[in-house]
């Protein structure tokens, strides 16, 4: 009974900030276009790679899924330092992690995962550009039909192009991100809930602090194919049992950013060089701002558990249910697609 309680508090906890990050996150789907994105993160340097990394930040894509428009984006002309950025950018913190972090993590974990997230994106950008060798260059391609291109379609008012491209975005968020996301933020609840009720605080406190435990957490994360939202109980389950907020930073940089598809494709696209420098930055990012956190932590004198319970408490019990409810409805299909049709119920 105890496990079913801290896992029900968690998701109570959760559900209402990440209805919230995931309309969000539909509304800059539906705004931005991949031709966009591909103008924006053009060009070589630190300004590139820093404007790719704050660019990539905000959008809804995990790891694997950031994969394709990265690739697109490297294909179409956009240096590896700025691709890299983006790559690391988009998966590490999305507008529904951001969301979710403040609510499970308080809102120092949630400003230090965010400045992170975009600092190990440009470090390491800048780490995998400077690999960079002679390549020729592609040859320009015209624009294909994709979305947003309009090529041969009738074309629409504004307002009317607008609606539609919001409708597709909130669809997609409330569809396909919430498909990609539900059964590992379920397998995250359950483990934060483990964590919170099952595990003695004094046991990770003694091993979830320093460089060697960072170290591990980092090995340990950069592998796994985990998005930056699941990851979220996970680490509010390793806070609240005792391990120290740097420590937790490490896992919340290392375990979404990456992945073993997402090495698999890196090498493949740019080399054996740029991967050892993609797995060097983001390695030395986490732990270097791991324990920048555990300093300022300290030096501030913050308790980070206090902070979640304040956060937790901002939202009344019933609207945690409310949307609660809503976000199981949203993510069983069955129910999903009978709310779409306006069938709630049998007929």
């Known amino acids: 009974m105890t496990l079913l309680l801290a896992i029900l508090g968690v998701a109570l906890s959760a559900a209402p900030w990440l209805l919230l990050g995931l309309g969000i996150a539909g509304l800059i789907k539906g705004l931005i276009s991949e031709a966009a994105l591909t103008r924006w993160v053009g060009g070589q340097g630190l300004g590139s790679v820093a404007r790719a990394a704050v660019i990539g930040a905000p959008l809804p894509l995990c790891s694997c899924g950031a994969i394709p ?36 993590l308080g809102p120092f974990m949630a400003l230090a995962r965010g400045v992170s997230a975009v600092l190990t994106a440009i470090v390491t950008g800048l780490l995998v550009g400077r690999t960079r060798v002679a390549e ?13 291109c309009g090529c041969g379609a009738k074309p629409d008012s504004a307002p009317a192009a607008l609606g539609r491209r919001l409708r597709a975005g909130l669809g997609y968020a409330f569809s396909d991100i919430l498909d990609d996301i539900s059964l590992w933020l379920l397998a995250g609840l359950l483990v934060a809930g483990a964590l919170i009720a099952l595990v003695p605080p004094q046991q990770l406190a003694g091993l979830g602090s320093g460089l060697g435990a960072m170290l591990v957490m980092a090995v340990i994360g950069i592998p796994m194919y985990l998005c930056a939202t699941a990851a979220t109980p996970i680490a509010a389950g390793l806070l609240l049992a005792g391990v120290s907020p740097g420590t937790v930073l490490v896992f919340l940089i290392a375990a979404p950013v990456t992945s073993l598809a997402t090495l698999g494709v890196f090498r493949r696209e740019m080399g054996n060089r740029a991967l050892v420098a993609y797995l060097a930055g983001i390695l030395a990012s986490a732990v270097v701002l791991g324990l920048c956190v555990d300093l300022l932590a300290g030096w501030w004198g913050l308790d980070i558990p206090h ?3 304040q956060v937790q408490e901002l939202l009344p019990t019933w609207l945690e249910a409310l949307a609660l409810i809503a976000l199981v409805a949203l993510a ?8 779409a049709t306006g069938l709630v119920l049998p007929t």
């Open 69 to 104: 428009t990265a690739l697109a984006l490297h294909r179409g002309g956009a240096d590896r330092g700025p691709t890299t950025a983006f790559l690391i950018g988009t998966p590490g913190i999305g507008i529904d992690s951001l969301t979710i972090s403040y609510a499970l």
């Open 136 to 148: 020729a260059a592609a040859p320009a391609s015209a624009p294909s039909c994709g979305t947003g």
């Open 307 to 309: 902070q979640v319970a």
């Open 332 to 339: 069983v299909r069955p129910l999903r697609r009978r709310l």
